[in-house]
Structures are given as C-alpha cells and as structure tokens.
C-alpha cells in the first residue's frame, strides 16, 4: 500500500469559486491564472473546471503548450511576456497573447519576420516596481507598439501591490488607480488590473479583463481580515493522510527533534504520514490546527521530514487509520482553511498549495 498522504483535487469547488469570480464581476472577462501548475494543482487537473473561463493566464511556454494540447483554443495569456525572440514563433504558432513590460520585448517583435497579428497586454510600472513601464514613458511606447504591423491589439496592464489591504494608511490601490487611470482614460483598447484581491474587495474597478488566481483555489487573498468563509470560496485542495502511530505521553516526556515539544500532562498523541518532504513546512508552529476524523485538533513539536504529531487527547476514539486534513475538507465534510495553516508557519496559503512534492499522490473528486 502507497503511504496514505494523498492531495485530492475538488473539481466542484473549482468549478464554485470561477462562478464566485464572474459573479462579482459580470462584466469582465475572467481568466483563470494557471501559472505554476496551477497553483500546484494540476493544469491537467483543474482544466475541465475552468473551460468555462474566457481565458488563461499563465508564465511558461511550456504551461502555455499544455494548455493548448488539452484543446484550449481561446485566448491564453504569457504573463511575464516573451523571454527570448525564439518565443515569438511560439506565441504565432500557439496564438498566445503576451505582456510586453520592456524594450527589449518590443524591438524582437519590431524584427519578426512572418506576417503575423499579436494581442498584447502591454504594462505600466504603476507603484509595484517589479515589471513595466514608467507612467512617464507609458504612452510613448504605446504608440511605437500601435505602428507595428504585427501588433493587433493593446490591452492596458498592471498589477497592484496591496489590493488586500491598505498602503501607508490609505486605501490599498488609490495611488495605483489614479495613475493608470491619468495615463491611460483616452487611450483606445481594453484593460487589465484585477487580481483576486481587486476582484473580491474593489468590484466596482473597470477590469474589462480580470485575472484571478489565488480565489479560484480556494484561500482568500486578504486573510485574516477575511476567510475564505466571507467571500464564499471553497478549498480546491484536501492534503489529507492517516493516522499510523498511537502514542500516550506522561508529563515531562518530548516529542520529537530537538525536543521542542515537553508535556506538560499526560496526553496522546498520534503520528501522522505527513511531514515537509511532502510540503508541509517544517517550521510550522506547535498549535497550528490539524483534523482528525473531522474534529479540529493541532500539531504538536517540530515537524520532521515523513512524519508530524498530532494531539489527541480530547479524541478518544482517534486510532491509527483515523483521517488526518492538514487543509481543506475533511471526508466528513469539516472545513481546515489553508489560510489558517499557512497562518501557522508564518507564510500564505499560496506557498503552500505551490509547495505540494511530487511524492505526494493527487487524485481528483
Ligand atoms: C499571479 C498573478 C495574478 C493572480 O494573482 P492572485 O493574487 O493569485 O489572484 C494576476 N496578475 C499577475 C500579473 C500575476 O502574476
């Protein structure tokens, strides 16, 4: 028998939190961010889910090409745009669309040589400072890129840094909004601004396009101010595994490496198939909650790499082959955000789902 730490993949709660998405933002074109792999997730595996989407968004050519293999043929959107000349062949053949954040990216498509018609989303640096151009410039370079022959549509782009909250005391996304919006309000084409934050909080902004990433997988981008609860989404992934060690402790005894955890009273414990060589984090704080058979309990010491313990000594009937949830739903319908576990090794639910190993078995439901 396989080591019972399995990922289940919740086709219906992908399929709910897209329909959140679009609900919130009738108006716009939803297009699912499938960059690295999903989410961890599986391309192959949320595909299905998301075929109802206007669009995907997503880094690599590679991820790009899955895509289109599994029969995609609406617009698929390259995120950090083209990362070489060569991926302009690519981006004709496959007909992806892609974001243009510097000159260089300009001057390849500028030497293209066949005849072709790209859609690309071309992206101000409006406060982020990772990708794109300075508001100053931005118009300029919109119409070097107008006068390609080979360019047959511009989207506006940019991304906000703090959509989930606020910035130096003010409202999250006015200072980006105001400039974009300076910059850009007589320019022809659509635009793009919206991540999940912006989709979830800030409704009311003109997205024609939205790119929802985290919100589709089920963690709310803006926890705790909210949880996945208050914005209606349901986990995607259920990193489960089983009990397959019973311990009782007496006041004094430790557990595990460095023994970081000392009884204070006599207690059971139980040994989970889990530990960070299957993505979950080593430095995870005692108390962090765990499900047991769909009751909430939490981790006890330090994670070791195949193995953590969990508390169980308000669960009786707790045994070896009991159902372990470190997040998602439980078999018995028990919800573990992994808002709330990411919580507990100081990271985002993001890092987590990404961080899943490959010695991990998925399955879907
Ligand atoms: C990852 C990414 C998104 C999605 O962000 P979420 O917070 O996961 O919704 C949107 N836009 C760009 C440019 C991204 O890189």
């Not at 066949?114 to 640096?125: E, G, S």
């Not at 980006?176 to 635009?191: K, Y």
Request: charged share 20%; hydrophobic share 40%; net charge negative.
């Amino acid at each position: 028998m396989p080591r019972p730490i399995t990922a289940v993949i919740h086709r219906q709660s992908l399929q709910h939190n897209l329909n959140v998405a679009r609900t919130k933002m009738p108006n716009s074109h939803v297009f699912a961010v499938v960059k690295a792999n999903a989410y961890g997730h599986g391309i192959e595996r949320v595909y299905q889910a998301f075929k109802s989407a206007d669009g995907f968004a997503l880094l690599d050519l590679a991820e790009a090409k899955r895509i289109r293999a599994l029969g995609w043929k609406g617009p698929v959107l390259l995120l950090e745009g083209i990362f070489s000349e060569q991926d302009l062949f690519d981006c004709d053949e496959l007909n992806l669309s892609f974001t243009i954040h510097s000159q260089y990216q300009i001057e390849w498509l500028a030497r293209f040589p066949r005849p072709a018609r790209f859609d690309v989303y071309l992206k101000m640096n409006s406060g982020m400072n990772r990708l794109g151009f300075a508001a100053v410039h931005y118009r300029d370079i919109w119409q070097q890129l107008s006068q390609l022959n080979n360019v047959q549509s511009i989207t506006h782009m940019m991304h906000f840094s703090d959509a989930d909250g606020e910035r130096l005391g003010r409202d999250g996304i006015e200072h980006q909004c105001q400039l974009f919006e300076a910059i850009t309000h007589d320019l022809p084409g659509a635009c793009s601004v919206s991540n999940s934050a912006a989709i979830l909080r800030h409704q009311q902004l003109q997205s024609d396009v939205i790119r929802s990433g985290i919100m589709l997988y089920g963690s709310s981008p803006d926890f705790p101010a909210h949880s996945i609860d208050d914005w209606n989404l349901q986990p995607a992934m259920s990193l489960r595994s089983e009990i397959i060690a019973v311990q009782q402790l007496k006041a004094g005894d430790s557990v595990g490496y460095g023994s970081k955890f000392i009884a204070e009273t006599d207690m059971r414990i139980g040994v989970v198939a889990c530990g960070y060589a299957d993505g979950y984090q080593r430095i995870t704080a005692t108390g962090t909650p765990i499900l047991v058979d769909g009751q909430r309990s939490s981790l006890v010491g330090r994670v070791s790499m195949d193995m953590l313990v969990v508390d169980l000594s308000h669960l009786p009937s707790a045994q070896v082959g009991s159902e372990v949830v470190l997040w998602g739903t439980s078999k018995h319908g028990t919800v573990l955000s992994i808002d709330e576990v990411a919580a507990g090794s100081g990271t985002i639910g993001y890092e987590l789902m990404c961080a899943v190993t490959a010695r991990v078995n998925f399955i879907q439901d």
